[in-house]
RNA sequence: UGCCCGGUCGUCUAAUGGCAGGACAGCGGGUUUUGGUCCCGUAUGUGGGGGUUCGAAUCCUCCCCGGGCAACCA
């Protein structure tokens, strides 16, 4: 499996650099990375940065990666969240090589603790936590020892038997490693490894009340699997100090940690936390609300993996702080769908259209592709006749020279059909466009078109009486701002409060309703999640909703389409 | 104002002492029965000063700017 990357990458990212060095000094015969989700949420595109880089790194040189849970705080985890997480790495294309817990070593993590102790390089510290953060120092100022610091081992080692017997209640002891309380690293001033949680825990249920730390528990974990590069971002940079320390002293495997920059998009947000509160407060819909950045929200919204995989590719690894623009999310989503999408006519905003001089009560069948990108998906049907839906913006009263639709005394062809002048309109007392007359030429029929008329537009239409109405759901991004985890205040004052538009009755040729009714009959719903993608043609990319069905059908704007118009227009 | 990391077109990302290149976005044009796709063209960048060198985005130095670090989160 090779990735999608669209340019012929002739350079290497710095991870490649220290892979290939490794493996040309022989400090490693074969590469074997980790992907660490800690399940207490779902994953998101920056997850798909990191599972990109790690499997993407393992596959480029033969190596293999592993799916590990973080699962070290029992308290904000669990199953559900395992279970979404395997199943959007699956859905992205990535087979792990082991399905692996933090929680599967807890018992050797103990050991380790227990060595450290033996080694006088741990202590069990009966602090409160604000004595030990008042103890900690500050970042431009040291640390002092705690008073239980110069515990015996002895001593050490039965209060943290005691510890895990369930006799101390939480949060009144911890066990710390013993290093250096004036480090110019925090992380190095005697770091917390053990703390008592009388918490269940989703996968050993009650067999523990002590849990590791995330900087215990990592780096071990990585070492019994003999992980050679374990890859995270920047933030832990400096936890690769402690992560080092606890290797050597243990005297584990020698894994290394590298760090790269995580992904940042424009309009939106990638904290874990405040997605969590976006879905608890019910800003959003769930999980996988198609504003989302998650995995499900993006393939709910009509991603596919192909898109994101191949965004992740196009974005690059380094190590600077970055804001990647989220037309280039956009670009990639529909470079793919323009060649996978089935064509449609979907009319979003009606108005109706009169042809004066079509013969009464005549329906005809027209051919049109169903993806000129691909002739393979041959043609469909789609009945015309003399009333027809036309889109609101494709009319205007008084023109300007450039619009190139439809206006009183100008042609356009409508797509596969005829072309056709308006004659004449009626309007409301708003001035509404209430009805649009036109004559249509019979010589000018779509593919056998002796006309001779040059018409500069082409619309999209649907036959009134064949019309399916269908709920259009159009998104746009999910906040005001560029950059809104770097604004002052509450996040949630930033959101876009027109990130969501519905359209309850769009107007859609009769193919939308075959195409359901098959697919449901095929799999008993016709969204799940494997397509058909749609292009409604001159307005977008669409993906069927999860709630969707032969009954109601319901469609998510995936993207728009590039529209120039619109463009010059402004 | 301590330690650590980082600063290349608008946004990303290459160039590893030898012509600053690519992508997205932008702009201009061509083709087109989707104002889509496709094709062609075009503008824009090495944070600043000093130094080393025949030659510096790259090495040294000072400064400036951005980020990280004081959870019993990961």
Known sequence: MSDISPEE??????????????????????ILTRFPPEPNGYLHIGHAKSISVNFGLADTYGGATNLRFDDTNPITESVEYVENIKRDVQWLGYQWKEELYASDYFENLFGFAVQLIRDGLAYVDDSTSEEIAALKGTPTSPGSNSPYRSRTPEENEDLFRKMRAGEFPDGSRILRAKIDMASPNMLMRDPVIYRIKHAHHHRTGDAWCIYP???????????????THSICTLEFLSHRELYDWFIEKLGLFPSKQYEFARLNLSYTIMSKRKLLQLVNEGVVDGWDDPRLPTISGLRRRGYTPLAIRDFCARIGVAKRDNLIDMSLLEFCAREDLNKISLRRMVVLDPVKVVITNWPEGKVEMLESENNPED??????????????????????????KKFFRLSPGNSVRLKSAYIITCDDFSKDEDGN???????????????????GIKAKGTLHWVSV??????????????????DPAAEEGDFLDYINPESLTVIEKAMAEPALL??????SAVTGSISDGTGPHYQFMRKGYYFPDV?????????NQTVALRD????VNK
Not at 213 to 227: L, R, V, W
Request: aromatic fraction near 10%.
């Open 213 to 227: 730390t995330y900087d215990f528990a990592h780096g071990q974990s990585d070492a019994i699997e003999k992980i």
């Open 547 to 555: 709630s969707s069905g032969p009954d109601k059908l319901v469609y």
């Open 433 to 451: 466009i209430t009805e649009i007359r036109c004559t249509y030429y019979p010589d000018s029929r779509s593919g056998s078109d002796t006309s």
């Open 375 to 400: 002739p393979a998906t041959g043609n469909r049907d789609i009945p015309f006749g003399g009333e027809l839906y036309i889109e609101r913006d494709d009319f205007m009263e008084d023109a300007p």
């Open 564 to 567: 120039t118009w619109a463009k």
């Open 514 to 519: 075959h195409d359901a009714r098959e697919s």
């Open 465 to 482: 009486p064949h019309a399916v109405e269908v709920e259009v759901r159009q998104y746009d991004r999910l906040f005001r701002v560029m």
């Open 9 to 30: 990458r002739t350079s290497k990212n710095f991870l490649e650099e220290i892979v290939e060095k490794d493996l040309a000094d022989g400090r490693h015969t074969t």
